[in-house]
């Protein structure tokens, strides 16, 4: 961003080059960081050894600490990934660079961390007994 202002004497060519790599550079934040978030999901259930160990509650539900991992860290991963593409967004709406592709992707990682959540928890937090 040049400090004279927007718009003043910008090169029309240069601004529409920095706004069409927005768009690409959105995509491929989303896609990466969806991956990570699987590739991570994924190698904590492998390391951990499943789910959770079995449940000696009478009712037969219970939290081991096994199962807190497998959804909360995955999720806590996620929710940084969508603050920081929300920030991204403020950063390029404030600079006047074209922002909505990287509002889409903070609709995307929010869409990835609310599917993460449910279908975790619907997995990890079922009666066992």
Not at 40 to 63: D, H, K, Q, S, W
Not at 86 to 91: L, N
Request: a neutral charge; glycine letters at 8%; aromatic letters at 10%.
């Amino acid at each position: 961003m040049s400090p004279r202002g927007i718009g003043e004497f910008d090169d029309p060519l240069e601004r529409l080059e920095r706004n069409e790599r927005q768009a690409s550079q959105a995509i491929r934040y989303v896609l990466l960081s969806a991956s990570a978030v699987v590739i991570f999901a994924v190698a904590l259930v492998a390391v951990g050894g499943g789910i959770g160990e079995e449940c000696t509650e009478p009712g037969g539900t219970c939290l081991t600490s096994d199962r807190v991992e497998v959804v909360l860290l995955p999720l806590l991963l996620s929710v940084i990934l969508s603050v920081t593409a929300g920030v991204k967004t403020y950063r390029r709406w404030k600079q006047h660079i074209r922002w909505r592709p990287w509002l889409f992707a903070s609709y995307a990682m929010w869409m990835i961390t609310t599917t993460y959540l449910i279908g975790s928890s619907s997995a990890v937090f079922v009666q066992v007994g």
